[in-house]
């Protein structure tokens, strides 16, 4: 755009006005779609703040198509409507940073799967953290959070961003005074938790708290009903001819399902699949959080559904679009790796059948909440 500018700042002559602008115009045609692109991947942008406009209610009840049951919530945070309206706002809202610049929602964004376009997270200040951020949708389905799965709950897990100074800031004393200060909060956090009479409602103002109405809210962050589950419910015009071939290599000859299966695609163990093979510095993945020289480079199995949305992939967001992630399991992650997963192996697809991989992971598209 500078280039532009320049241009355009030596248009000044009669004779040479019209071509320059014409040049002016095609430059700017040019560059703008190249703009606007860098405006949503721009890995150096500041932490934007979705604003709410999710459906006006969500249900605490519905089963997702393709599951059998709720999320599970823990026994001492039963899911109900009113927390659940609690955890939303909360979920949105930039109080819980130090500097009311940044959200849950401004690194899992709703209208990109709930996940964060970045390649690596984008936290208070700019600040960069190491990691792709995942999708929250279906999370309550999970067994172990986090790429390491170092959390074994979503109440757990949303300590972390509290805590952290990358992400929100992490002065969990400053956030909670200012939840405080807002009447509004405190009534409901009061009429939420509240244990005994003699609390003052401030009281109910807790940090454990504040993480349970988010995780109640997440167990709502459904998504099921995708063509794949239509098709998988008789519905065989669902899925195209090249999304049905797709399955039938995900379930084959792909292998794929030996690590992505169940309702959500996912195994909820660790596997190297040789993502960051070769780089320096190396994210260690699950073995930091086990000590276990076993577990090296491993990663949790992210699911699948609603993958058309979250790029870019992999714990480390190396991958832009689905076609190269099909590609590099095509050539067998990394072979040279020494670490890699056992059932990672060359596939020898052709060019073809990656495209009916990437049809199929596109069918897993579903109602998700947005
Ligand atoms: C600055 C960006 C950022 C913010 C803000 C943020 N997250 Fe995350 N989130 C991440 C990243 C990155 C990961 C992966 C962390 C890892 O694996 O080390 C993650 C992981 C998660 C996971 C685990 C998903 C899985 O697949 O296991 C959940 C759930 C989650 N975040 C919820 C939240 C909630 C709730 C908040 C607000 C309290 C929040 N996040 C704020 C970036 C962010
Ligand atoms: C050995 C287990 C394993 C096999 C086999 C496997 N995956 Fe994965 N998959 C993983 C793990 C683990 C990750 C995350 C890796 C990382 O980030 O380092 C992943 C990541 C992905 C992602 C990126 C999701 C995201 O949100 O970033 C997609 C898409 C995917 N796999 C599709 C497939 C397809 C298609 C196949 C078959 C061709 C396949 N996987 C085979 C374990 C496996």
């Not at 208070?124 to 309550?140: D, E, M, S, W």
Request: proline share 5%.
């Amino acid at each position: 755009m500078l280039k532009t500018l320049r241009f355009r700042q030596n248009c000044n002559s009669v004779q040479t006005r019209f071509i320059a602008v014409s040049a002016c115009f095609v430059l700017l045609t040019l560059f703008t779609p190249v703009a606007l692109e860098a405006k949503v991947v721009n890995d150096d942008d500041k932490p934007i703040l979705p604003v709410d406009d999710l459906p006006a209610k969500i249900s605490t009840n519905k089963v997702p198509m393709g599951f059998k049951t709720l999320p599970k919530s823990p026994a001492d945070n039963p899911t109900t409507e009113a927390k659940a309206k609690l955890g939303r706002r909360l979920f949105f809202d930039p109080i819980l940073s130090n500097d009311q610049t940044v959200s849950c929602a401004s690194c899992h964004q709703p209208k990109h799967g709930f996940a964060s376009p970045n390649t690596v997270a984008i936290g208070i200040g700019g600040k960069k953290g190491t990691r792709n951020a995942p999708t929250v949708l279906n999370r309550g389905y999970g067994a172990a959070f986090s790429w390491d799965g170092r959390d074994a709950s979503l109440e757990q897990q949303a300590l972390g961003p509290l805590k952290s100074e990358s992400e929100l800031g992490g002065d969990v004393a400053t956030v909670i005074q200012n939840v405080k200060k807002d009447a509004a909060y405190v009534e409901a956090f009061a009429s939420v938790f509240s244990e005994s009479k003699s609390d003052t409602p401030e009281e109910s103002v807790t940090l454990e708290n504040i993480a349970k109405a988010i995780a109640c809210f997440e167990r709502t962050l459904t998504t099921g009903n995708s063509k794949v589950d239509r098709f998988r419910n008789e519905e065989y015009e669902a899925l195209t001819k090249e999304a049905r071939q797709g399955l039938w290599i995900f379930e084959s000859r792909g292998g794929c399902w030996r690590c992505h299966n169940g309702p959500n695609l996912a195994d909820d163990e660790f596997h190297n699949t040789g993502v960051g093979f070769g780089m320096k510095d190396r994210d260690l993945g699950r073995s930091k959080i086990t000590e276990d020289s076993s577990h090296k480079f491993q990663f949790k199995t992210p699911g699948l559904r609603d993958v058309e949305h979250t790029a870019p992939y992999m714990h480390d967001g190396s991958v832009k679009t689905l076609r190269e992630v099909v590609e590099f399991y095509n050539k067998g992650g990394a072979p040279d790796d020494p670490n890699l997963d056992k059932q990672m192996k060359p596939l020898k697809l052709t060019d073809e059948e990656v495209g009916f991989l990437v049809e199929f992971l596109k069918a897993l598209s579903g109602d998700a909440v947005k």
